[in-house]
Every structure is written in structure tokens, then in C-alpha cells.
């Protein structure tokens, strides 16, 4: 995944590695579409993400369903790549120019089928910018049973990627990825329901970034960053919803995440949000977030030539560490008459500080990679 990917996916969702929500049923009967924009930036003049995103989805007939998503990311700023230690042993790090520029371009389109208790879908997309090429495909099948209280998911991606590197011209490399979902819903009652996600990755293929730099103290030299050739991800989302009838049916989302890899990364992310409608189709979502991984297996902030081995990475996003962030949404409905049946008006703001002290066990010895990022987001969605 490349650069700007990663960047776009963290200003979408923090952070998340497979889509991991799925019900069952026909949701969407009546024709939409939704225009989001999202502006992410990190501090210490670091990148900057603008996301521009349509979507519109359609009803075919009694039963089908068919959607189409668009995507527009521009990024600029500076990236970290690499890390070197001063002559006190502080380790230092430094940044790309600021003039990277990229954007890349992405289409999506699925089409849905829903029987009495079955819901079958297909899709796939591009995803395309000026040193990355993916192609995917998806197919997914949700199944409701017990009185439509229990909802069983299945889904599953292949993806296809293409790498070239700007200023790298030997790089041209590629990548394969399978994606599974297994998920169920569960209604509990008529406030409340928990649904249990697990989500299973594979990639194989050039894992590495051609773009990030390893240290050697002892030579004063540098190398590539050098990963696996392959990688096997796991995740396990566990999501509590409860609706309050005597707060206005306010409702409380309460989710745990977590998350393995065969390159020594565990992480677990805990998040809280209230959904509490106000009056006249206003409704206000604070929200609360905590992050913390440890670190790959070979990462290290810099190396010797004794401790160099075949692979090997100083990539901030391998370290260990913690995120702690909070955010507000507040959305508006109208209910109209006429063509456009219901117009919706939402804008949220997102903050997240990263810190090596915010580990679990973690301690300060990572601190020259800190940062924070926010993130403004604003969508229109109208129902016809």
C-alpha cells in the first residue's frame, strides 16, 4: 500500500486494515448519493491529505442494488525517512522535502442481491497514482436467521498491486492481497445489540517502502528498508450498541479491537461514542479513542553492522507507541417532500496525539517520532 493510501485510509477511519462492518437485508431502497470531504493534517509541517469522495447508490428493480464510489486524494508535505543519532545518542529524524505532491484516483462499484433472508453482492475497483497501481475484486454474502435477530457475514477481496518508485527506477515490483471477513450481529433485545467481527489478511509480494532509510552508527551509512515478502494480518472487532429511550434514544457505541501480525505487531484500539439526537433532526456524536502497538519484530530506531540482518526497518509506523484522540460530530437532517425526500448535513473534527510514552509499557525512548494530526470532515447526503 502506498503512501498517500495509508494516509487516505487514517483520514477515513483511524486506523483500520480491512473494511470490518457488514449487515444483511436491503438496506438502501430508495436511490442516494453522498458527497464527503476530508481534510487530514499532521503537525510539524509534515503531510497534508485532502479526500474528496462521491458515492450513489441505486435500487434495480425489487431486488437489486447497485452502488458506485468515487475517490479523489491529493497529499503534499514531508515524510519521515530516516532516523540518526547525534553525537550525544540522541536519536534525530529526518524528514523528506516538503515538496512531495502525489494524488491518486479511485473507482468503486458493487452490485448487490437480496432474497427474503440472503444477501449476495460482487464488486471490485481501481486505485490508481503516480507510483501505485491496484486492482481488487470482492464478493460478500450475509445471511439473517433466527426471526432476523442474528445476522452471519462473509465477505472476501483479492487485490492486485503494481509499485514503481519516483527516483528508483529499478523498482517494479508487485503485490497480492486477500482480504476475508467472518462476522455476526446479534440483537439482544430492543435496545441493544453486539456484533463480533474477525478479519483475516494475507499479502504477498514487495512489502517494503522504497522511500524509507535505515541508519548504520558504526559506518555512518544508509541502506534500504527491507521487509518480508509476505505478510498474515488477523483482527478481532467486538462492538456493543445500546440505544437510551429516556435520553431522547440516545444511543452508546462501545468497540475493542485487536489486532496481530506475523511481523510482531500487536495492537488494541478501544473506542466510545454517544449518538445523541437533539431536536429537529439535529443530532451531536462526541467520541473518544485509544491506540497503542508494539513494535515489529525488526525494527529498530537505528542499526550497527552487528545487528543489521537481511531485514530490517526504522519505518515510524513499525515502532511502538500510542494514540490518544477525541472528536465531535454534529449532523442535521431535513425531512423534505418532492423529489429529494431527506437532505443530510454532517461535520466532524478529529484530534489524535501520538506518543511512545502512550504505549502500553511503552516509555519515552521513541519520542523524536511524536506527533499529532487532526482531521475536518463535511458531507451531504440526499435521498431521492
Request: glycine fraction near 8%.
Amino acid at each position: 500500500m502506498s503512501l498517500i493510501n495509508r494516509l487516505s485510509l487514517a483520514a477515513l477511519a483511524l486506523p483500520g486494515i480491512v473494511a470490518e462492518d457488514a449487515y444483511a437485508g436491503r438496506v438502501d431502497e430508495t436511490f442516494s448519493t453522498d458527497f464527503q470531504y476530508a481534510h487530514y493534517e499532521e503537525s510539524n509541517d509534515r503531510m497534508e491529505v485532502d479526500v474528496f469522495n462521491l458515492t450513489a447508490v441505486a435500487p434495480i428493480g425489487k431486488n437489486f442494488t447497485a452502488s458506485l464510489d468515487l475517490v479523489r486524494d491529493t497529499m503534499s508535505g514531508a515524510s519521515p525517512v530516516l532516523n540518526v543519532k547525534d553525537g550525544q545518542g540522541n536519536v534525530q529524524q529526518f524528514l523528506s522535502s516538503a515538496s512531495i505532491t502525489d494524488e491518486r484516483d479511485a473507482l468503486n462499484a458493487s452490485l448487490s442481491y437480496a432474497f427474503d433472508d440472503v444477501d449476495l453482492s460482487i464488486g471490485g475497483g481501481v486505485s490508481d497514482e503516480n507510483d501505485y497501481f491496484s486492482g481488487h475484486v470482492n464478493a460478500g454474502v450475509s445471511w439473517a436467521l433466527n426471526k432476523k435477530l442474528t445476522t452471519l457475514n462473509l465477505t472476501g477481496s483479492v487485490a492486485f498491486d503494481e509499485i514503481t518508485a519516483t527516483g528508483r527506477p529499478e523498482i517494479n515490483e508487485t503485490k497480492t492481497s486477500q482480504k476475508y471477513l467472518l462476522g455476526v450481529t446479534q440483537i439482544l433485545n430492543k435496545d441493544s445489540l453486539i456484533q463480533s467481527n474477525m478479519t483475516f489478511a494475507y499479502h504477498n509480494g514487495y512489502l517494503s517502502d522504497p522511500y524509507k532509510r535505515v541508519y548504520i552508527e558504526d559506518t555512518a551509512t544508509q541502506v534500504n528498508d527491507a521487509r518480508p515478502g509476505n505478510k498474515f494480518q488477523w483482527a478481532w472487532l467486538t462492538r456493543y450498541v445500546h440505544h437510551f429511550k429516556a435520553a431522547n434514544k440516545a444511543a452508546l457505541h462501545a468497540d475493542y479491537r485487536l489486532y496481530i501480525d506475523d511481523w510482531g505487531v500487536d495492537a488494541h484500539t478501544v473506542e466510545l461514542s454517544w449518538f445523541q439526537p437533539i431536536a429537529d433532526g439535529w443530532q451531536i456524536v462526541p467520541r473518544f479513542r485509544y491506540y497503542t502497538q508494539d513494535k515489529a519484530d525488526f525494527y529498530q530506531a537505528t542499526f550497527t553492522s552487528s545487528n543489521l540482518g537481511a531485514i530490517h526497518s526504522s519505518d515510524y509506523r513499525l515502532a511502538g507507541f500510542g494514540s490518544i484522540g477525541a472528536g465531535i460530530k454534529l449532523t442535521k437532517s431535513f425531512l423534505m417532500s418532492g423529489f429529494v425526500k431527506e437532505v443530510k448535513l454532517q461535520a466532524a473534527f478529529d484530534y489524535n496525539d501520538r506518543k511512545a510514552s502512550y504505549q502500553i509499557g511503552g516509555d519515552n525512548s521513541g519520542s523524536f517520532d511524536d506527533y499529532s494530526f487532526y482531521m475536518v470532515t463535511a458531507s451531504i447526503n440526499a435521498r431521492f
